[in-house]
Each structure stands twice: as structure tokens, then as C-alpha cells.
T-cell receptor
Framework: GEDVEQSLFLSVREGDSSVINCTYT??????LYWYKQEPGAGLQLLTY?????DMKQDQRLTVLLNKKDKHLSLRIADTQTGDSAIYFC??????????FGPGTRLSVLP | GAVVSQHPSWVICKSGTSVKIECRSL??????MFWYRQFPKQSLMLMAT?????????EQGVEKDKFLINHASLTLSTLTVTSAHPEDSSFYIC???????????FGPGTRLTVL
């Protein structure tokens, strides 16, 4: 079945850029998503990219997609303490079901 | 727009009782709703998919008689955990897929603790 992998932890200093990486196996993915989850809360959609795009930028967020390598990344510029959270990568095939990665816990150090 | 609410946000119950969790799409009609379970420090595990007016489709390993799902309208789905046991303690998250949207919108989650 489909699989989505992420590194589990990332620590950065406040003001630096964070890059969270994700790999997936489903070659028929149509959309790829990044969600943010703060402690005790649900998932907040940050951004998503259609599979025929290479890059999408939205304010401090930049998503890069390498479809050949099935690699997705999320770059957060000027990382702030409020960005500390778990970030989930998810891929969607032709249906509506998502496959989520295990989540990357981002810690922002002052 | 695209707000999904869940009620209650947390619940504590005794073993053997049943608990109902509501998921509502507040400003859009949800053709499909999903129920997930999340254990501490883990990812989301899809439990079931429900379409309005039809029976839910359960993922392998999820007991349909234990986790009853009702999707009675385009804005409301409920998950009832029947005869709850401590191992059912978890964070339950719903999501909704609206018409003409490209993604699921998630509720804030319900933390269930069974004593």
C-alpha cells in the first residue's frame, strides 16, 4: 500500500529557516498536503500542492515537489516560537482518502 | 470558511458506558466525513469514511459494532463508542470533505478517557 515517511524531529533556532522533508510511494498522488498540529488540537491545513506543480509559495511557506523522486519539502522562513508544532505530510490519490506521514515535531529554540 | 467543529472537546467516562462524539461542518455541506484516531505522539489512523445517507466504510481492523457512525445530514456525523474500555482512550478527530473543495477540513479533536 501507499506509504509516507518523514523524519520525526527537527530543531532550529528562532529566525532560521526550517525545512521539513517527506517522501511518498504512491505515483498516482494528485495532491500533497502539509498540516500543522499544535498540542491537544486538530489539524490545521497549511498549504497544498497539485502534483503537476514544482513549487508553491505562500508568505513564509515554500513547498517544493520533486515528483520523479517522490519527495516533498516544506520550508518555513524566519521560524518563530509559534511555529513549534507537529507537521504532517499527507498524500491523496484519485479518491478522497489521505495517507498521512508520522509527523515531524518541530522545536524552535530561542 | 470551511470550519469543522467537534463536541465534546473532551470526555471522561466509566468503563462499559457509551460515548457519542459529534462532528459538524459549520459553513459548508460535507458530502464525506472521515473519522480518525490518534494515539499519543503518533500519526492519524483512519477509522472509517462516511457518506451522507449511507453506511460507513470501515478500515480493516476497526470494529463496526464498537464504533458506530451515523452521517444523518450533510453537516453532521456522529461517532458512538459503545461499551467503552480503557484501551479506547484516545484522541478522535473528524474531518469533512465539502463540495468543490480539494482537501479535508479537520475538527479540533475529542479526547476520550475511559476509566
Amino acid at each position: 500500500g501507499e506509504d509516507v515517511e518523514q523524519s520525526l524531529f527537527l530543531s532550529v533556532r528562532e529566525g532560521d529557516s526550517s525545512v521539513i522533508n517527506c517522501t511518498y510511494t504512491d505515483s498516482s498522488s494528485t495532491y500533497l498536503y502539509w498540516y500543522k498540529q499544535e498540542p491537544g488540537a486538530g489539524l490545521q491545513l497549511l498549504t497544498y500542492i497539485f502534483s503537476n506543480m514544482d513549487m508553491k509559495q505562500d508568505q513564509r511557506l515554500t513547498v517544493l515537489l520533486n515528483k520523479k523522486d517522490k519527495h516533498l519539502s516544506l520550508r518555513i522562513a524566519d521560524t518563530q516560537t509559534g511555529d513549534s508544532a507537529i507537521y504532517f505530510c499527507a498524500e491523496r490519490g484519485y479518491g478522497q482518502n489521505f495517507v498521512f506521514g508520522p509527523g515531524t515535531r518541530l522545536s524552535v529554540l530561542p | 470558511g470551511a470550519v469543522v467543529s467537534q463536541h465534546p472537546s473532551w470526555v471522561i467516562c466509566k468503563s462499559g458506558t457509551s460515548v457519542k462524539i459529534e462532528c459538524r461542518s459549520l459553513d459548508f455541506q460535507a458530502t464525506t466525513m472521515f473519522w480518525y484516531r490518534q494515539f499519543p505522539k503518533q500519526s492519524l489512523m483512519l477509522m472509517a469514511t462516511s457518506n451522507e445517507g449511507s453506511k460507513a466504510t470501515y478500515e480493516q481492523g476497526v470494529e463496526k459494532d464498537k464504533f458506530l457512525i451515523n452521517h444523518a445530514s450533510l453537516t453532521l456525523s456522529t461517532l458512538t463508542v459503545t461499551s467503552a474500555h480503557p484501551e479506547d482512550s484516545s484522541f478522535y478527530i473528524c474531518s469533512a470533505w465539502g463540495v468543490n473543495t480539494d482537501t479535508q477540513y479537520f475538527g479540533p479533536g475529542t479526547r476520550l478517557t475511559v476509566l
